[in-house]
């Protein structure tokens, strides 16, 4: 049975800094393509960023540009999102996904999270 389990979310100031983590069972994530993904409250969910390992790509939106880093940790199976400077637009359910297809898009991943929280708040 395939699980993506994120943790990490919180709430956190302005400015703050957060790093999410998903924890891959049933599947080897290195053989996938991983995405982030985020819904704000009222708000569709939308893409964060995506790493092919296999091609070496790497995307983020661009709202998130610079401040978000996505990685993985082979050993642990496991991919994390790096979170700098958040604010406020940043508040939303954060979702891990995998696909086996080379981009992240919303409607092809093949395996997703249940979500964590991320809340920035003064």
């Known amino acids: 049975q395939v699980q993506l389990v994120e943790s990490g979310g919180d709430v956190v100031q302005p400015g703050g800094s957060l790093r999410l983590a998903c924890v891959a069972s049933?599947?080897?994530?290195?053989?996938?393509?991983i995405g982030w993904f985020r819904q704000a409250p009222g708000k569709g969910r939308e893409g964060v960023s995506c790493?092919?390992?296999?091609?070496?790509?790497?995307h983020y939106a661009d709202s998130v540009k610079g401040r978000f880093t996505i990685s993985r940790d082979r050993a642990k199976n496991t991919a994390y999102l790096q979170m700098n400077s958040l604010n406020f637009e940043d508040t939303a359910v954060y979702y891990c996904a995998a696909t086996g297809l080379s981009g992240c898009d919303v409607y092809g991943m093949d395996y997703w999270g249940k979500g964590t929280m991320v809340t920035v708040s003064s």
């Open positions: 790493n092919n390992r296999l091609v070496g790509q790497t």
């Open positions: 049933g599947l080897n994530l290195d053989t996938y393509t």
